[in-house]
């Protein structure tokens, strides 16, 4: 084909001169060695197919911001990719339905191994559907693949994404890790125009499905199935993948097995005491089994406990008392009074009476709740102990310190043999008895105990787990009554910070730590003017007198 004058003109006005339109024409030429003209062609006729195939209602795949030229240009490439590797076109589908953002080698890897299982499962029954072919990959919770087998194909396939820019290189990791490191991230237009490309290629039904179902099994088995601190980076590195899975839940027919995903994501937020973050997420969980097994079924009562949990850490009590007194009642009907979820939800309603200030109603359900544990479960239990320590909570909140004391002390020693000393539990028990200390007048033993737990839960949650600052504040306010209000106030003004900085400056956490903070510049001022009046007293009967004299 001749190739005119003008015909770079006639390009850039028919991309609209978008610069990121422009770079994938370019790349695309570059590559192929087709002329301008010949591009422009081509250009044309895919813009005159997809006024074809496009429905005139809104389009979920479609930003208003996105412009038909890059979805045009995109997918001529696209198209180029499928006809010379197949497996670089699977893994870009794949792609389409997880975030656009922090795209590990692994994630590369992973697609490409499932691609794999669906070639094996296609050739052996000529089965299609997306929704019956199995997974495994065979890795552990350390984000290691056990075989390299096909390790040079997967570079290939990658090669031919970055090369035509459907991929950038955010990093290369640490050094150590080689190509393993690798991340890279995809141009927010760019992933949009992937999945238009998905959604209205001829075979989109199977094609469309089978995308949504690799990119689930892919973020499904990189999640970590254990939630715990040594697997705590690796949930943070998928996190953002795994809350997104719910979107496409419905085109793969996922709906139950993204839920139980979404549920070690809210385990993974919850362990961290991110408490906004989980709330989105156990509200996905929720609307996911309601569609799938209605209201009344045991797995959405659970999802719905856990988010009366959700609300109950973020101070709105109301919201918590009410869900969770429903979750009771339903539990009743269907499991009956004696089980275990049954128990377990009569204990967290117990816990908002309690923060409501709902004392004679919290310890009646408390003590229900530790005799039928006892009764059931056993003295050793973990689930025992903790009713037991929670029966403590509720004496202590009655000024009945002597007895909390008591409990305390049997419930420590327990959890120290039962879940070891660095369990949060036996931490948590550990705080408990400091603020008994407290309440009695102990201060010494008070102090020694509060800074203890301060370094276990630092060590074991983190700086800004919620658990930690709570103790931040403790030690805090134990310093006030040992008159170390310089360090006391160090402190306060820390947990201010973080809470405002976590919780939002309207949680009660929040404003309980302004009030602080101002009690500790009251009681300062009080300090330095006692320490004024004492040194410049004259009468010779007091202290001041005599430093003076001296």
């Given at each position: ?51 074809v ?74 089965d299609l ?32 994404l ?59 088995d ?112 269907v ?8 128990i ?36 050793k ?24 004391k ?14 070891g000393?660095?369990?949060?539990n ?23 105990i ?99 004299e001296?």
């Amino acid at each position: 084909m001749r190739q005119g004058p003008d015909d770079l003109t006639k390009l850039l006005t028919e991309l609209e001169w978008l610069p990121l339109a422009i770079s994938q024409a370019a790349t695309y030429i570059g590559t192929t060695k087709l002329s301008t003209a010949e591009y422009l062609e081509k250009l044309r006729g895919k813009k005159r197919r997809r006024g074809v195939l496009q429905r005139p209602q809104h389009d979920r795949y479609r930003r208003s911001q996105a412009s038909n030229s890059v979805l045009d240009t995109w997918s001529i490439s696209i198209g180029y990719i499928r006809q010379h590797s197949e497996m670089a076109y699977r893994i870009l589908t794949a792609l389409a339905y997880i975030d656009n953002q922090n795209i590990s080698h692994e994630i590369i890897v992973q697609a490409a191994q499932v691609d794999r299982q669906y070639k094996s499962a296609d050739q052996n029954s000529g089965d299609l559907n997306p929704v019956t072919v199995s997974h495994g990959s065979g890795r552990d919770d350390t984000g290691e693949s056990d075989s390299d087998d096909g390790e040079e194909e997967v570079i290939a396939a990658r090669t031919w994404l970055v090369s035509f820019s459907f991929l950038t290189f955010r990093n290369w990791g640490r050094a150590s890790q080689g190509r393993a490191g690798c991340i890279y991230d995809m141009h927010k237009l760019v992933h949009e125009a992937i999945a238009n490309h998905v959604h209205f290629h001829h075979d989109k039904r199977s094609n469309e499905a089978r995308s949504a179902k690799t990119a689930f099994e892919i973020i499904d088995d990189l999640f970590p199935k254990v939630v715990e601190r040594s697997t705590w980076s690796l949930c943070e590195r998928y996190l953002r993948h795994a809350q997104r899975t719910e979107e496409w839940a419905r085109v793969h027919n996922g709906e139950e097995p993204v839920s139980s995903l979404l549920s070690r994501v809210s385990d993974y937020l919850s362990a961290r005491g991110r408490w906004k973050e989980r709330e989105l997420v156990d509200l996905k969980i929720v609307n996911l089994r309601e569609r799938v097994f209605g209201s009344k079924h045991i797995s959405t009562l659970s999802s719905r406990a856990r988010l009366a949990v959700t609300y109950h850490e973020q101070g709105r009590y109301s919201e918590a008392e009410s869900i969770k007194t429903e979750v009771l009642q339903l539990r009743r009907g269907v499991l009956g009074e004696n089980h275990k979820d049954t128990i377990w939800s009569l204990a967290e309603l117990a816990a908002t009476y309690h923060r409501q200030q709902k004392y004679d109603k919290a310890e009646k359900i408390k003590t229900k709740v530790l005799q039928l544990r006892q009764q059931i479960l056993g003295k050793k239990h973990e689930d025992t102990i903790r009713s037991m320590a929670s029966l403590a909570s509720i004496y202590h909140a009655q000024k009945r310190y002597s007895e909390a004391k008591k409990i305390y002390d049997e419930v420590l020693q327990l959890q120290r043999d039962v879940l070891g000393p660095k369990h949060p539990n036996t931490i948590e028990s550990m705080a408990s008895l400091a603020s008994t200390y407290y309440a009695l007048g102990m201060f010494e033993e008070d102090e020694e105990i509060s800074f203890q737990v301060l370094r276990l839960r630092k060590e074991v949650l983190g700086d800004k787990h919620p658990d930690t600052i709570q103790s931040m504040e403790s030690l805090a306010t134990t310093y006030y009554k040992r008159k170390r209000y310089e360090e006391a106030r160090e402190l306060d003004i820390q947990v201010l910070h973080l809470r405002g900085e976590l919780l939002g400056k309207n949680h009660p956490a929040t404003i309980q730590s302004e009030k602080s903070l101002a009690e500790s510049y009251k009681f300062m001022v009080i300090g330095e003017q006692r320490i004024l009046e004492a040194v410049s007293c004259p009468c010779s009967e007091c202290e001041g007198g005599a430093v003076a004299e001296q």
